[in-house]
Structure formats: C-alpha cells, structure tokens
C-alpha cells in the first residue's frame, strides 16, 4: 500500500530491508513472485497506481532485496493486475499485467535484467481485475465491473474467446488442470464456472457483504477446496464439488480480510 513493499522472514518473523519507492513510483497496489531456473532466488514483481512495474531479487554478496528493473508504463494509469507465466523460458520471466485505463500488456524481462514488451492493447470497455495465463500461448482477462472473461493470445493480443459472468469480479482464481475460474461475486460469496465456455457450475454463498471492497478467492489442495476472505474477520473454505462449507477460520471479529494465500505442501496446507 501507501507504505510501499514490506517483506518478512517468516520463520523469524523479522522484516527484512528492501528498496523504498514511496515518492517516486507510487501506492503498491499487485504484488507476484517468479522464478527461472537459472537464477539463484525469487524475484518480486510489484505495481503502482502511477504505473510503475518494480522488480527487486536478493544479491548473492550480501542477500539483501535490490532493484534489478523500473519503468513506467504507458500513460502512468495504475496497474491493477499482475501474474507470471511459469511456463516461460528457463532464463527469462514472461509477465502480463492489467492497467486502470482497460490495458493489456506482456512483458518479458530478460536474464540481462531488460525489460521488452511483447504487446500492449486497449480492451473495449472492460478494466482488468484478474489475469492469468492458459496453458496455450494464451492469457486470460477478468474484467471488474462488467464481467467480462476475455482469452487472447499472449503472443499479439488477439481476441480469442470472450463471455461474461452473472456479476462483477471483485477477484478471480484459475485453475488450469480442471478447466475452472472462481470469483468472487461481491453479493452472496464466491461463484464457479468452466474456464472455456463460461459456464456456471455452482455458487459458494457466505455471508453477505457489508463493505463493498473486494475479496480474494483462491484453490487449494489441488483444486478440491474454494478458499475466499471477507469482510468480518473469518476465511470460508468450501468443498469444491458439493459447494459444502467445510470451514469458516476465524481471524479477528469484524475485521476485513481482502487478501488471502494458499500453499500445500505434503502433508502441510496453509491459509
């Protein structure tokens, strides 16, 4: 947010020292981790709403986040989206991001630490709120206030498919391996559809919202679970095929939880 990037060890708890841009670059508004084969450790990518794509990596001489690329995009419009392919080339990190101004870029950042845009257009009248990449040289666009699921390609942005869902998208989770998206629907919880034909499939319902902010929805465990935040302190996990709550974790008492994440490792899972 305002305060910029805040990174945490989280075996120790301990924050860790990055690079401000508080002045110059702008509100963090997306953050996305990568990785290549041939780098040592993880990048972070961030975006502002003045429209500046960041991307810190640790050194190896003294293990400390530096910036490694910068750059302000287009007009300076705020990016409100952003996500990596990880199918991308071993030394270099293909990134596609969604601007406030209903842009649609792909980027890739090379092992030189260059940045080159592959494609940049401007969508009819969707603002994106959600982006993914398809497992076809493809990229999916999730449009905040209209619905609208767009696939183009991820080589010249050509318009592939398009259909819309029953609400807006306050966010949106793909999952490739089942052909499914989840949103959260901003009225009744969190609805699923097929990812190609639009579809619906079922709607998780949870409470009914009281502050009109939206709310992250995420799979877990391979995709059998729905995971999706809230506005009163507690995390819904739902049972993907039943629709069947499974259980509500509970946080802080009326608080607002916008953002969530989901790791499964082993016998592990975290929310």
Avoid at 137 to 155: A, E, H, Q, R
């Amino acid at each position: 947010g305002a305060q910029g990037i805040k990174l945490l060890n989280i075996l120790t708890q301990r924050e860790l020292t990055v690079p401000s841009h508080v002045d110059s670059c702008g509100v963090v508004t997306c953050t996305t981790w990568m990785k290549t084969r041939y780098t040592l450790s993880e990048t972070l990518c961030y975006g502002t709403n003045l429209g500046y794509i960041v991307f810190l990596r640790t050194h190896p001489a003294d293990k400390q986040f530096h910036e490694i690329c910068a750059r302000r995009l287009g007009s300076g419009f705020e990016i409100t989206c952003i996500t990596w392919d990880s199918a991308s080339a071993e030394s270099t990190c293909q990134i596609a991001l969604g601007t406030r101004n209903n842009i649609v870029q792909v980027l890739v950042l090379g092992a030189n630490s260059q940045l080159q845009s592959v494609f940049a257009g401007r969508l009819d009248s969707t603002v994106p709120r959600s982006i993914a990449f398809g497992d076809t040289g493809s990229i999916y666009v999730f449009g905040l206030y209209d619905g609208n699921v767009i696939k183009l390609s991820s080589k010249d942005g050509t318009v592939l498919s398009e259909h819309r869902c029953q609400s807006v998208i306050g966010s949106a989770a793909v999952h490739l391996k089942r052909g499914l998206f989840v949103v959260d629907n901003a009225t009744n919880g969190f609805t699923l559809y097929h990812l190609e034909s639009g579809q619906l499939v079922r709607t998780f319902t949870a409470d009914p919202p009281t502050v009109p902010v939206p709310k992250q929805v995420s799979f877990g465990e391979d995709g059998k679970v729905v995971i999706g935040g809230s506005d009163n302190g507690s995390v819904y996990v739902f049972n993907r095929r039943t629709g069947v709550l499974i259980e509500t974790l509970s946080h802080t008492a009326a608080m607002l939880i916008p953002t969530i994440a989901v790791c499964h490792s082993g016998e592990m899972k975290g929310v």
